[in-house]
């Protein structure tokens, strides 16, 4: 009976515990999209290492030299000017590590539109507090490949 019991109680906290984790998710879905609708037509639009690192998290900034950074944005600026945001899709996750302990991330890819055509922007964050920050920014475009 007392087996029985324990198992219960079992049951129940298992449920209520994934009940918060599954409205932590879909908050956190929120945000990180919020983030990245916001910050993602703010760097297309200038194409600029400065504005990138704005919203850069320290292990983007330590992974990649400043010259490699500049390289990369001369040939993003191959696309010419941003003209529109179409949206995004993707999603955060949790982590739980014994070395780090929780680590919330998110990954999304944008469609943006440039003056030669279409381009797609993956995009890798961090959570950090209360605020998001830039893991990976990378621009796909078949434009680039001329």
Request: hydrophobic share 50%.
């Amino acid at each position: 009976m007392v087996l029985v019991g324990a198992f219960a109680l079992f049951i129940v906290t298992a449920a209520i515990g994934l009940t918060m984790v599954a409205m932590k998710g879909e908050k956190l879905d929120s945000e990180s999209k919020a983030f990245v609708d916001r910050i993602v037509p703010i760097i297309c639009a200038d194409l600029n290492v400065e504005t990138l690192t704005k919203y850069a998290s320290e292990e983007m900034l330590n992974s990649v030299t400043r010259e490699k950074f500049d390289a990369l944005f001369r040939l993003f600026r191959k696309l010419g000017g941003y003209t529109k945001f179409n949206g995004s899709s993707g999603e955060a996750s949790m982590l739980f590590t014994l070395e780090d302990g929780k680590l919330i991330t998110a990954e999304y890819v944008a469609d943006v539109e440039f003056e030669t055509g279409p381009a797609k922007v993956k995009v890798m964050a961090v959570r950090r507090g209360e605020g998001w920050k830039l893991m990976e920014f990378m621009i796909s475009s078949p434009a680039l490949l001329q």
